[in-house]
């Protein structure tokens, strides 16, 4: 495990620095002039765009640009966004951790709600409960997240007034205490956990059902084992197998959907900082972004790995 470990490292770094020249080469592709970041831009002459395009870097070739911002980037200056007019690890420290944040909690409630609701559905395949469950989860599959945060909102904040809009803290409240940020995240969270649900109670229904009709299963029965004993001791363990892969492969999907639902909820994340570098063509920036986003999905792929190894003794032998 450990030199698997290892080679995947060692691995993701040409992976970074591809997706970081692809950035720099789509955003010199790009038809937004980053000369024209912020208010005053439309506005200026032309001397003064060339000089900003000159202070930007922006008439260098983006060959040129992107080896710059790596070299510099490995000595711990990842460079000055332009558009947030802040060093870009400023403007990455400030938000990453609400990111962090709201994507964990989310993450974490999603895999519980999903492993007890498709245990639950597994149980009585075909019955009802299996059937609503089952359908709500390909209604959900097929919901977009802002629409749900923006259902969310009006039922929950608008109609009920049981939960804020949106925001990390009351409106003039200058504190950033716990008992200001919890009810702010538990609309958020639940909308971006329902956003990954399906997923989860999906595989883990299939996983388990399958599991079920397993001899190993079939004989613990016959020998008067417990239903619940099967089930947890047997079946879960069996089914949930295939339900670490998933947890890697949702990442990306999770990042996504964290954008959208950040930006619906005013969360303090990295979609507002997102969103504002692509727009603006801001170079370092962006690409710290998806370099970030990018390890971020690497690490998730690495971890199912690690899971289903640890799950598997088998698997982790092959892999050492």
Not at 312 to 320: N, Q, S, T
Request: charged residues 15%; aromatic residues 8%; contains cysteine.
């Amino acid at each position: 495990m450990a030199r698997m470990t290892g080679r995947r490292l060692l691995a993701a770094v040409p992976v970074l620095a591809v997706v970081t020249f692809a950035v720099f080469a789509v955003a010199a592709a790009s038809p937004f002039d980053p000369a024209y970041a912020g208010s005053s831009g439309p506005v200026a002459g032309r001397d003064v765009l060339d000089q900003v395009r000159r202070n930007l870097g922006a008439d260098r070739p983006f060959a040129v640009r992107w080896w710059e911002w790596v070299t510099h980037a490995l000595a711990g200056d990842l460079g000055d966004s332009a558009t947030l007019r802040q060093p870009v690890s400023q403007v990455i420290g400030e938000r990453i951790g609400w990111s962090v944040l709201l994507c964990g909690v989310a993450f974490v409630l999603a895999v519980v709600a999903g492993t007890v609701l498709g245990v639950l559905a597994a149980r009585r395949r075909g019955g009802l409960f299996d059937k609503a469950v089952t359908a709500l989860s390909y209604m959900l599959e097929a919901a977009p997240p802002f629409w749900i945060g923006l259902l969310a909102v009006w039922l929950f904040a608008l109609r009920l007034d049981v939960l804020p809009a949106g925001g990390l803290t009351d409106t003039g409240s200058d504190a950033v205490t716990a008992g200001q940020v919890l009810p702010h995240l538990v609309l958020p969270a639940c909308v971006l956990a329902v956003t990954q649900l399906p997923w989860f109670v999906l595989y883990v229904r299939q996983g388990v059902g399958d599991a079920l009709a397993e001899d190993p299963v079939r004989g613990a029965r016959a020998r008067g084992l417990g239903e619940r004993t099967v089930l947890l001791g047997h079946a879960l363990r069996s089914g949930l197998l295939p339900v670490l892969t998933l947890i890697g492969s949702r990442v990306p999907e999770l990042i996504t959907g964290a954008l959208l639902v950040e930006t619906v909820f005013s969360w303090p994340g990295i979609a507002s900082a997102t969103v504002e570098a692509a727009t603006s063509v801001d170079f370092p920036l962006l690409a710290a972004l998806t370099v970030l986003a990018t390890a971020a999905v690497l690490l998730g792929n690495l971890l199912s790995d690690l899971l289903y190894g640890l799950a598997d003794p088998r698997v982790a032998h092959e892999g050492m």
